[in-house]
C-alpha cells in the first residue's frame, strides 16, 4: 500500500508547486495574499462553467450543508468546492492512522510522500467526479419524460477539465498561504467564509418563500412581517439564532479552558513547570471529519442517482445512510422524528469519537509521542523517572480521558446545535469557531515575531 503512495507522489512532481519565499514576507504582505486568495476562491463560486446551462438545470442540487462544508456552487467553477482536496486528506489519515499503511508522519520523507500522494489522489477524486457529474448530465435538462443528454462527449470532457483545473488552482491557493506567502491555511479560511456566508444568508436572506410572502431571513421576517418567527419549519428562526450565540460563547470559553500536567527540568536545578493542554485536545478535527464524510456520502448520492438512476439498489443505499447522518432542520424537523434525530445524534457522537482518536494517533498527539517529546526535551514528572514506556503510562491516564471527553463534548456541541437549528449547522459553527480561535493565535505569534526580530532568531521562525 506504501507503494502505491509512492508511485502517487512520484506523480505529483510532474504537478507545478509554490514554493516557499525566499524571505518571510512582511506580515501586512502576507495578509494581503491571504485575503487576494479568499477573494478569488468566492469569486470563482460566481463564474460559470463554459457549456453549461444554468445551475445544476438537470440535476440534483446537494444539501445545504454539502454546499456549505465542501464550498460547492453548482454550475459554477465551485462545483466540486474543496471537496476532492479535503477528501483526498481525510482518506490517507484514516488510512494511515487506523495502521493500514505503514507511515510516520513525524519522518520528513514520509511526510513529503503523503503531501505528495495527497495532492495527486486530490486530483484523481476531482476527475472521476466531475466525470460523473458530466456523464450523469447533472448540468443539462434532458427532454420531458426522459431522453438523452442534450450535449455531446466534447462538452462533457470540457465540463470536467475546467472542474479539474480548479481543482488544481485551489491547491495552489492553499500550498500558497500555508508555504509563507499568507497566514494559516487557505482551506480552513474557505470554510470560514463558507459558514459565514451562510449565516448570514440565514439572518438577512431577503428572499419570499412561501406564498403567505414569509422571508427565508429571519431579520427581514422580523423587520418587514413583524414576525419574531420564534420557531419555523426548516426556515430560520430566533431559537436558532440565540442557539447560534450561546453556543459560540461556549466554544470560545472551551477554547480557554487548558489540563495541567507538573513538570521538572533536572537541566536546571529540577525547577518546577506545568504543561498545559487543551481542554478540546482533538480541536475541531473530528467535526470535520464527520461532516466531510456526511457531505461526501450526499455527494456520491447524487452522482450514482444519475448515473445508475434513483431506483437503483445503491442509490438506495447511499440515500437511506445519509439520511441516517444528515442533520434535522431545527428544532421542529427534530422534534417531528425523534427515532431519526436519536439516530443522527448516536452516529455523530460515534463517528466524532473514532475521528478523534484516529487524529491523536495520525498529529503526534498521542501518549506515546507526547513521552517522546518529553525526554528529548528533558523534562520528566515529578517522581518518575526518565523512562518512556513509564511516562508513557502516566501521561495515558491524562491524554486518553481527554480525548474522549473532547470528542464527545465537540461533537455533542455540533448535535444540540442542529436539533436547535443554529444558524450554518452545528458543525460549521464548530469549525468556524476553531478555525478563527486558531488564526488569531497564529496572527499574534507572527505580530510578536515581526515586533522582536530577535525573537525570530532565537526560535528560529
Not at 480557554?256 to 485536545?281: C, D
Not at 463534548?409 to 478563527?436: E, K
Request: net charge positive; glycine share 10%; aromatic share 10%.
Amino acid at each position: 500500500m506504501k507503494g502505491v503512495l509512492e508511485a502517487l507522489a512520484e506523480l505529483s512532481k510532474y504537478i507545478p508547486a509554490v514554493t516557499k519565499p525566499a524571505r518571510r514576507p512582511p506580515l501586512p504582505t502576507r495578509l494581503l495574499w491571504t485575503s487576494i486568495v479568499v477573494f478569488l476562491y468566492l469569486l470563482m463560486g460566481e463564474i460559470p462553467l463554459y457549456g453549461v446551462m444554468g445551475k445544476a438545470a438537470g440535476g440534483q442540487q446537494p444539501a445545504a450543508l454539502t454546499q456549505m462544508l465542501l464550498g460547492m456552487n453548482i454550475g459554477s467553477l465551485m462545483t466540486l468546492g474543496i471537496g476532492p482536496i479535503v477528501t483526498a486528506g481525510i482518506v490517507l489519515e484514516v488510512l494511515v492512522g487506523g495502521g493500514l499503511i505503514d507511515m510516520d508522519l513525524t519522518k520528513p520523507r514520509d511526510r513529503k510522500i503523503f503531501m505528495g500522494a495527497q495532492r495527486m489522489l486530490a486530483l484523481i477524486f476531482a476527475a472521476l467526479e466531475a466525470a460523473a457529474y458530466a456523464a450523469g448530465c447533472q448540468f443539462w435538462t434532458t427532454a420531458l419524460g426522459g431522453g438523452g443528454c442534450p450535449v455531446g462527449a466534447a462538452v462533457k470532457a470540457l465540463v470536467v477539465v475546467q472542474l479539474v483545473a480548479a481543482t488544481l488552482l485551489l491547491m495552489w491557493f492553499d500550498e500558497l498561504v500555508r508555504n509563507g506567502w499568507g497566514i494559516g491555511s487557505a482551506l480552513s479560511l474557505f470554510i470560514v467564509a463558507n459558514v459565514m456566508k451562510g449565516m448570514a444568508w440565514r439572518l438577512a436572506g431577503p428572499v419570499q418563500v412561501t406564498r403567505e410572502g414569509d422571508y427565508y431571513g429571519w431579520l427581514p421576517q422580523l423587520l418587514l412581517r413583524h414576525d419574531p418567527a420564534i420557531l419555523r419549519h426548516r426556515l430560520p428562526d430566533l431559537v436558532g439564532l440565540i442557539a447560534t450565540i450561546v453556543l459560540i460563547m461556549v466554544l470560545l470559553y472551551m477554547q480557554l479552558m487548558k489540563v495541567y500536567i507538573p513538570v521538572t527540568s533536572p537541566r536546571y536545578g529540577s525547577i518546577k513547570t506545568r504543561i498545559p493542554l487543551n481542554f478540546i485536545y482533538v480541536t475541531n478535527i473530528p467535526i470535520l471529519f464527520v461532516g466531510i464524510l456526511v457531505a461526501d456520502l450526499n455527494v456520491f448520492h447524487i452522482l450514482v442517482a444519475g448515473t445508475a438512476g434513483r431506483g437503483s439498489p445503491i442509490a438506495k443505499v447511499f440515500e437511506t445512510i445519509y439520511n441516517v447522518v444528515r442533520p434535522p432542520y431545527g428544532l421542529l424537523d427534530a422534534v417531528s422524528d425523534p427515532l431519526r434525530t436519536l439516530a443522527f445524534a448516536v452516529s455523530w457522537l460515534l463517528l466524532g469519537l473514532l475521528f478523534g482518536f484516529i487524529w491523536v494517533e495520525i498529529a503526534g498527539l498521542s501518549a506515546r509521542q507526547q513521552a517522546e517529546n518529553l525526554v528529548r526535551s528533558g523534562m520528566e514528572l515529578p517522581g518518575i523517572r526518565r523512562n518512556t514506556k513509564m511516562l508513557e503510562k502516566i501521561l495515558s491516564r491524562y491524554i486518553y480521558p481527554l480525548t474522549v471527553i473532547s470528542s464527545l463534548v465537540v461533537s455533542g456541541i455540533a448535535v444540540l446545535a442542529d436539533i436547535f437549528g443554529a444558524y450554518s449547522y452545528g458543525s460549521g459553527l464548530v469549525l468556524m469557531v476553531g478555525i478563527i480561535y486558531n488564526f488569531y493565535e497564529t496572527l499574534a505569534y507572527e505580530r510578536t515575531l515581526e515586533m522582536y526580530p530577535m525573537l525570530q532568531r532565537i526560535i528560529g521562525a
